[in-house]
């Protein structure tokens, strides 16, 4: 008798587990998270979404804290058939981003490049990454654009460096396509399995999201 219980509990316990989970996520979900990822979703249906998911790649590239992802993700997962087409319009937007970054950091730097950095506490590390290109050249970027390292510190950077442009914009151009491309292959092949999961689970993966891009600041400071 006892022997069948137990096998019972077995039986039972994924399911119970997985309840507890989503019980566990939902308890720390605050209302207005799940507002702005329904908000998001349906953004995706707006004529105006476009514009949007544009423009924060695009201010991401040179001064804004935040990733496209937190909109690309959402949107594409409500929009399957647009999935590409956000892809490629945050790689043109994080490319032109990208080069007015650059452009702060080569003409801009004693007043806006360094008023930036000095907001994210790292102007001592950026002296550090200047000194790097000598040493490392394109593999800085190439690197850097496809870690969780803020791309606007790489950006700003290369400018304050002194890196050649037209190498600046071809590896950007690899790194930021290869980069959102890469997370709509996913997106597209594992889309429903994402979606159930952000659903269930918003905000731990929202927190694991949120630790991810501090770290890069982090890693952005500590290792140069």
């Not at 997985?18 to 702005?36: D, I, T, W």
């Not at 544009?54 to 992802?69: K, T």
């Not at 790097?132 to 969780?148: D, E, N, Q, R, S």
Request: hydrophobic share 50%; with cysteine.
């Amino acid at each position: 008798m006892k022997g069948r219980r137990f096998r019972l509990r077995l039986a039972f316990a994924p399911r119970l587990w997985s309840k507890g989970a989503s019980s566990f996520g939902r308890s720390f979900e605050s209302p207005m998270l799940r507002r702005l990822y329904d908000w998001t979703l349906d953004l995706a249906n707006r004529p105006y979404a476009v514009y949007a998911i544009a423009a924060v790649s695009f201010a991401e590239s040179s001064f804004f804290p935040i990733p496209p992802d937190i909109m690309l993700v959402p949107m594409s997962l409500a929009n399957p058939k647009r999935i590409w087409f956000y892809a490629l319009v945050c790689g043109i937007a994080s490319v032109l981003g990208g080069l007015v970054g650059y452009l702060i950091g080569a003409v801009l730097y004693d007043s806006v490049g360094s008023w930036l950095l000095n907001v994210y506490g790292l102007t001592e590390s950026a002296n550090k990454f200047r000194e790097g290109y000598a040493h490392y050249g394109h593999w800085v970027i190439l690197l850097k654009g496809l870690t969780p390292i803020p791309y606007k510190l790489v950006t700003i950077t290369s400018g304050f460096a002194g890196y050649d442009v037209f190498w600046f914009t071809v590896l950007s151009v690899v790194t930021r396509f290869g980069r959102f491309f890469i997370l709509a292959l996913l997106l597209s092949q594992f889309g429903p399995f994402i979606k159930q999961k952000l659903d269930e689970h918003l905000a731990p993966i929202l927190t694991v999201f949120t630790i991810t891009l501090i770290g890069g600041f982090f890693a952005f400071k500590y290792l140069f």
